[in-house]
């Protein structure tokens, strides 16, 4: 990429107002507890001493995954395109969780290989569906186990589509947005990012993903230890890294990350898909960490290796383990909750 | 109490269809976590397979408590009526929490001590404001460190008030009941029946509720102590705790989950006042407890005790502890998400 851009700090001003409006709602101070830090938070990312979280989107960025090839998941590879058809008729758990939290859904086919399913469009019950974004970089990555899984260039380009859109988000009015994925083979990728990130070996950070036994995990391990000595990634060159062992949709969300940091779009991340795509964008701009919010801790046992290093605390924890930006859409409310706690509860003063 | 209302177990016919339907949707099984075991519990609650709980309300019972005299709250008695005053008008956090939620609030005088302030009702914003039932069985308990805090008849009289407000909010449609509090020294009424049902010694179920430092701790201590020498309450006659250490809010919650419980309406418990009520109820009627989900885990230490002794895993872990029903209703777009990915998500046969 030529240039990133930039991110600022939370601004203190709004934080310091917010910390002093706490201070003055008709409760006992700290009783709120983690809302009342949020709160304070969202004020700093917003730069408004009163923010609210209204308009909220999730952009479920989808691709399809070489690695599939070695056995790493319990689901074929075309359930990808199938999945993509169901969220944009609205029948998948992310469209159910974004109509109940009042939350536009945005797919991205940015490298499904093969073709979506869009017959009927009959469940749901959205007013306006759920928006399908076309913009498939390749059909798939390449098999990471192999050699590198992009090129750099499919890399940057992905990275531009998440940019991208989250400018054409912000344009139709946007407070917040969460992050999601659906690429049958991604927790592969996710694993080996984590790994090099974190240094520890694939074993200490791969899990079962969607539902494999403990001998597909053992598989799965082995394959992203091959990965790992295969394209020997370089830590401390983050496009390199999720160039050679990531994935298209986890690309396309560090752009998405990064650009809505910049223009003071909190981030609610998911679980472990998307957080292997913060882990990347914080390591390619730091300043992004100030904007991030996770959302739940993942039943992936890797999760809690990535939110340690990311300095999160989730908000739920509720053994979820589907991707999708299901988690992050769950924890929207509870986001919401806190702001409009801060600008709705009366003062000590109004009694 | 004469007669109490008899609770059904949780239907298993709706049960058991629930866990196939989940079995179908169009994710990994198991997936979605906790969220898959609520909403068949919930379908079980319900007697429905595909369960709805769209019409919630809160019951926020206020009432005071003689108890104060002893120093025991970092906040003044008078405070219980300024709060109720302030639900009244909307400005209070569960006003807040019930809005964004879309959970009517009904704010319950059961027993405040003092005049309720009703100046101004220009805060907040509801349509329909909070409904105030003002049904004062005593102007607050007596001093439950010196005696009984209330006699059978009050006792029974508050519970009884609970449940009729049960079978009103039921009879102007209701899916779901979420409880609250709020009362100026309830923790240490709370604290005293953990302790007694818990078998545990008051130091390690009390702690500094709304605010205590650790010198109040103590002194809190010191009087659940004195309330359990003087009252010495039969652990095996709950109705005769809730008399002697208990308090008039706290009994009307207790009618409130009973009677919930009877009409299979499943009810969502807050923190340490309602979860000590929630103690109460299914010591009279272990039944009520198929109909129990607790909401968050409270700051308070003594919840964690009291949760296990319940036998429940909270939804929510925020550190909050203010009271009010606040966790319950924060906990609600849970619970309404669990039952609308179980009605609305497709099946892989839709695919």
Redesign the interface.
């Known amino acids: 990429m030529k240039v990133w851009p930039s991110v600022p700090p939370r601004d203190a001003h709004a934080e310091a107002a917010a910390r002093a409006r706490q201070a003055r709602?008709?409760?006992?101070?700290?009783?709120?507890?983690?809302?009342e830090a949020l709160s304070i938070e969202l004020a700093g990312m917003r730069a408004q001493a009163q923010p609210c979280v209204a308009a909220k989107a999730v952009i479920v960025m989808a691709a399809d995954h070489g690695v599939t090839a070695e056995g790493v998941s319990?689901?074929p590879s075309s359930i990808t395109g199938?999945?993509v058809?169901?969220f944009i008729?609205g029948?998948?758990?992310i469209?159910?969780?974004g109509?109940?939290?009042g939350c536009r859904v945005v797919v991205v086919d940015i490298g499904v290989n093969g073709p979506i399913?869009m017959r009927g469009t009959d469940?749901?019950?959205e007013e306006a569906g759920p928006r399908l974004v076309t913009q498939r970089v390749r059909s798939g990555t390449a098999n990471l186990s192999r050699g590198p899984a992009m090129s750099r260039a499919d890399t940057e380009a992905a990275i531009t589509i998440g940019t991208a859109i989250v400018e054409e988000e912000v344009s139709r009015g946007l407070d917040v947005i969460a992050t999601g994925d659906m690429g049958i083979g991604n927790t592969t990728a996710a694993a080996a990012l984590l790994s090099v990130f974190s240094g520890r070996p694939p074993r200490e950070v791969a899990g079962p993903g969607?539902?494999l036994d403990p001998e597909g995990v053992a598989r799965k391990v082995a394959v992203i230890e091959r990965a790992l000595s295969v394209n020997r990634p370089r830590s401390d060159d983050p496009l390199d890294v999720l160039q050679r062992v990531g994935g298209l949709e986890i690309a396309g969300l560090v752009g998405v990350i990064v650009r809505a940091a910049s223009l003071r779009v909190p981030v609610v991340i998911d679980g472990f898909v998307s957080g292997a795509a913060a882990l990347v964008a914080v390591r390619l701009v730091p300043a992004v960490s100030a904007y991030l919010i996770a959302a739940h801790r993942s039943?992936e046992p890797g999760h809690a290796v990535m939110l340690e290093l990311l300095g999160l605390e989730p908000?739920?924890?509720?053994?979820?383990?589907?991707g999708e930006g299901?988690g992050a859409v769950?924890a929207l409310?509870?986001v919401?909750?806190a702001v409009?706690?801060l600008g709705?509860?009366?003062t000590f003063a109004?009694?």
């Open positions: 709602l008709t409760k006992p101070s700290g009783s709120l507890g983690r809302l319990a689901y199938r999945m058809g169901n008729r029948g998948a758990a469209n159910v969780l109509r109940a939290a399913h469940s749901g019950g969607t539902g039943a908000l739920l924890d509720l053994r979820m383990r589907l299901t769950l409310p509870i919401d909750a409009r706690l709705e509860m009366a109004d009694l």
